[in-house]
Nanobody, 114 residues
Framework: VQLQASGGGLVQPGGSLRLSCTAS????????MGWYRQAPGKQRELVAT???????NYSDSVKRRFAISRDYAKNTVYMQMNSLNLEDTAVYYC?????????WGRGTEVTVSS
């Protein structure tokens, strides 16, 4: 599974961005897809996941601000990020869980700055 993430950029505090992650093949059979992030000087952390049955989970730091969704027709997972703050600055990575094997895409950088 190859994953291509996009949508990062520079945004002011309080702003929004939508990240996209397109897989090289069908995402229908994948166990889950998700987003991780790694801020400068910090460990990589799980941000959000969506499972095959549509269950979503979020880290406490992004709950009620971020929303993960998917489009089977486009083999794409999205993450809508609202009310961004300085602590959301990080490189965001898309992942795909295929029967226990985790695939990673290249990151897309999000910078929140005034």
């Amino acid at each position: 599974v190859q994953l291509q993430a996009s949508g990062g950029g520079l945004v002011q505090p309080g702003g929004s961005l939508r990240l996209s992650c397109t897989a090289s093949g069908s995402i229908f059979a994948l166990n889950a897809m998700g987003w991780y992030r790694q801020a400068p000087g910090k460990q990589r952390e799980l941000v959000a996941t969506i499972t095959r049955d549509g269950t979503t989970n979020y880290s406490d730091s992004v709950k009620r601000r971020f929303a993960i969704s998917r489009d089977y027709a486009k083999n794409t997972v999205y993450m809508q990020m609202n009310s961004l703050n300085l602590e959301d600055t990080a490189v965001y990575y898309c992942t795909a869980d295929d029967v226990g094997r985790l695939y990673w895409g290249r990151g897309t950088e999000v910078t929140v700055s005034s």
